[in-house]
């Protein structure tokens, strides 16, 4: 049984994915044993009209799936009124999250709207995933670039918002220094798919607090298996593996109740 | 049966090659591969000299003497250094365990002087290894793009090379190297975007794939991954996972009865 906290439903903006229509990546998130998916939309990186993507992305997580997949919003700090689509996604979609994108739409951490986010998240009891990155920038477009997201102003931001649940997602290319800062501040939360380094799981593991590492795939653009196999190389076993699979996935959405 | 092309000392434990190759070992029998290709030192040199190429051999003889057939070595060389490349080839191959040759970023393999290199891995039927990656952030001064690689393979149409890590950018080195039977790709040490297996069997075809990691800088796991995960029939991953380096590396394993 697994809780994937990082599946994407939609298109990636730069090529066709396999697993990119929501039959393909139900059906591969079943034949993986993943029995809940947070899941976000590619299109909430590039996107304007965020109300549309989030309509859509709650209607396929309402029709694929019976329930497996769990819509995490999008929200754009830089659109007017970008506070209605927080209230929509938790009003009228029952969202239990949010999903952020940073680099890809030119905010950051420091000022007062992701303040204000984190506020309206935390009222709401939502999760707030931050995507570190979505793609190597080696690899990038070169016309649409997207460094990965500075994530040194959010430990001010969490003594501001102390009851905050954060999720970096693909947190791999984190400094480990500026990581353990960030775990030690408030309430964050990692997951697994760009760990990298035959040792890198083991070390995550060691490094954080309980609780704090899920299991996380980055499907569809990443192979889901992946991160599977990453607990396989790291020997995580019986109740390690549990927690990391989905016991610490459960326990935060209870601490949100 | 897995053979991984690609393999680092850095990133694995122990503090001599012997440990280091117990480490591997040890991970790679988790991982269930069977076999591995090792090349480069302790640590990563980009510009190494003539003694630090020397050096960075030396651990790799060490290692392979330690690794009960399961550990191959591919001796780095530099074509800053060609006289030295030239005996380190005939200590580490000719004469020695190893099967093959590593060219990573101190020049660029379209240098004329690479040539040599080639014609000497065709006449031990060893292989030809180059990294290759053409990089949205710029490339280093001295480091190969899958261009650079078609260039030389158009040299040596009949000499089986490899294009390490399909340019990492693969979706445009799989095109560059696509027209170029001799040229064969190596999976490693790029994130584990899906989509990258099934795309260069399709172009390429499934006998000019192979599997390797880049671990331990990268995860067994992740790379692993691409191949576990990829929407193509068991016959074309088994050929990728190892079939294509076991047939490419039989010649000159069976030479030094290493198979
Ligand atoms: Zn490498």
Redesign the pocket.
């Known amino acids: 049984m697994i809780a994937d906290t990082n599946v994407t439903l939609s298109r990636w903006p730069f090529r066709r994915v396999p697993g990119d229509e929501p039959e393909v990546l139900v059906a591969k998130l079943r034949s993986q044993s993943v029995t809940e998916a947070w899941t976000g939309s590619f299109d909430g990186l590039l996107h304007e009209d965020i109300g549309g993507v989030n309509e859509r992305l709650a209607s396929d997580c309402r029709k694929y799936g019976a329930g497996l997949l769990k819509p995490f919003g999008s929200i754009n700090l830089r659109l007017p009124d970008w506070q209605d689509d927080v209230r929509r996604c938790h009003e009228r979609f029952s969202m239990r999250g949010l999903r952020l994108h940073p680099n890809y739409q030119g905010y950051g951490l420091g000022g007062a709207p992701f303040i204000e986010l984190l506020e309206m998240a935390t009222e709401r009891k939502m999760l707030v995933q931050i995507a570190a990155v979505m793609e190597d920038e080696r690899t990038q477009n070169p016309l649409v670039r997207a460094p990965l997201v500075n994530f040194a102003p959010l430990a001010a931001a969490l003594k501001r918002v102390p009851e905050a649940r954060v999720q970096i997602l693909n947190s791999g290319r984190l400094a480990p220094q500026l990581r353990q800062s960030l775990l030690a501040a408030g309430h964050v939360y990692l997951d697994i798919a760009m760990v990298e380094g035959v040792y890198g799981l083991v070390r995550l593991l060691e490094a954080s607090p309980a609780g704090r590492v899920l299991f996380g795939s980055y499907y569809p653009l990443f192979y889901l298996e992946s991160a599977t196999l990453k607990l396989q190389e790291a020997g995580v076993e019986g109740a390690a593996r549990e927690a990391l699979l989905s016991g610490n996935a459960r326990a935060l959405m209870a601490a949100l109740q | 049966m897995i053979w991984d092309l ?1 393999c ?1 000392f850095p990133g694995f434990g122990g503090r001599t090659p012997e440990e280091a190759v117990e480490d591997m070992l040890r991970l790679a029998d988790r991982m269930r591969i069977e076999r591995f290709l090792l090349y ?1 030192g302790e640590r990563f040199l980009h510009d190494p000299t003539e003694a630090e190429l020397r050096e960075q051999n030396d651990w790799v003889l060490r290692a392979v003497a330690r690794g009960r057939n399961r550990v191959h070595g591919l001796v780095y060389l530099s074509p800053a250094h060609m006289r030295t490349s030239l005996a380190e080839f005939d200590r580490c191959v000719r004469d020695g365990p190893m099967v093959g040759v590593k060219l ?1 970023v101190a020049r660029r393999c379209r240098e004329p002087e690479v040539d040599a290199i080639v014609e000497r891995c065709a006449a031990q039927r060893a292989l030809f290894f180059q ?1 290759t990656w053409a990089k949205t952030t710029g490339n280093l001064p001295g480091e190969s793009s899958p261009n650079d690689l078609a260039e030389l393979a158009r040299r040596h149409p009949g000499v089986p090379l490899v294009c ?2 399909t340019g990492g950018n693969w979706t445009l080195g799989i095109r560059t190297v696509r027209s170029l039977p001799n040229v064969s790709v190596d999976l ?2 790029s994130d584990p975007t899906n989509g990258f297996v099934e795309m260069a069997v399709r172009e390429l075809g499934a006998d000019r794939v192979l599997w390797g990691s ?1 671990a331990g ?1 990268r995860s067994w796991a992740s790379q692993l991954g691409k191949v576990m995960g990829a929407d193509l029939p068991e016959e074309d991953k088994f050929k990728i996972l190892g079939g294509n380096l076991k047939r490419l590396l039989t010649p000159i394993l069976t030479a030094k009865n290493l198979l």
Do not use: E, K, N, S
């Open positions: 690609h680092h480069m990573w990294h390490g890590h490693a040490g880049d800088g």
